[in-house]
């Protein structure tokens, strides 16, 4: 019906558009077949997925496309946990630098490499099997490692747990307690893994690897095959 988005993963996990202030994501032409387009008044959930917590590694991938100025800190890619010291997970937009930041609440790691040029560009952000905190989180732009800085000390501790009140993986916002950051975006081919792709793997899907959890889950190709053990793969129409 246009208001759901498949999920590759294998996990049988639903993406559901959220109508707010009655806009909903739109479909439009994406960097692989259909991307979600977002208002800054739309935002989408995946339901009964709460991501991933404690220190587990973890990686969020996706291609996006943009040229709105990020305007502040009020804005969120990806999220999910609660809002409390270390227990929140936000991918969004750094608005000194335009370029991507990664944030756990009480702390911050972000790069300078400007996003917001409305072309497609590749983004991954990874926190490492060992990470403690926000600090050792890495950042990929379109296939290359980028230096980074902010306030690296929290130590993180993402809540996935909803009786402590964690949200579910939200894509196009994020909740900061009851508020809600919404981003201007069009985002394509998001993914999100329970483990770290190494700069192989990240570079593989710069170059076209599609992140479709079949055959060996240790498979890494190029040419749009298998990247293995996806957790959640929207937007696909």
């Known amino acids: 019906d246009g208001t759901e988005s498949a999920d590759l993963s294998g996990k049988d996990r639903r993406v559901v558009f959220v109508e707010e202030e009655e806009t909903l994501p739109a479909w439009v032409e994406g960097k692989v077949g259909s991307a979600l387009h977002f208002d800054e008044s739309s935002y989408a959930k ?21 040229d709105w100025q990020v305007p502040g800190g009020a804005t969120a890619l990806i999220g999910w946990g609660f809002n409390a010291s270390g227990r929140r997970w936000h991918i969004k937009f750094e608005a000194s630098t335009q370029s991507i930041r990664t944030e756990c609440q009480g702390g911050q790691n972000f790069g300078s490499v400007p996003l917001t040029d409305g072309e ?35 130590s993180v501790d993402t809540s996935i747990d909803p009786d402590e009140g964690s949200v579910e993986m939200t894509i196009g916002m994020g909740f900061l307690g009851e508020a809600k950051r919404f981003s201007l975006v069009t985002i394509d081919e998001l993914a999100v893994w329970e483990r770290d792709l190494n700069a192989d793997e990240v570079q593989s899907l710069f170059e076209g690897a599609r992140p479709i959890n079949e055959g060996d889950p240790n498979l890494i ?13 929207p937007p696909t129409h």
């Not at 995946?46 to 291609?63: H, K, L, P």
């Not at 403690?132 to 690296?152: F, K, L, M, P």
């Open 46 to 66: 995946v339901e009964g997925f709460y991501g991933i917590g404690g220190t587990q590694a973890r990686t969020v991938s996706m291609w996006l496309k943009t």
């Open 120 to 154: 497609w560009h590749h983004v991954v952000a990874i926190f490492p099997e060992g990470g403690t905190t926000i600090g050792d989180a890495i950042h990929y732009i379109d296939g290359e490692v980028i230096d980074v800085q902010g306030n690296g000390a929290q």
């Open 221 to 233: 190709a190029p040419s749009r095959t298998s990247l293995g053990q996806v957790t959640a793969v």
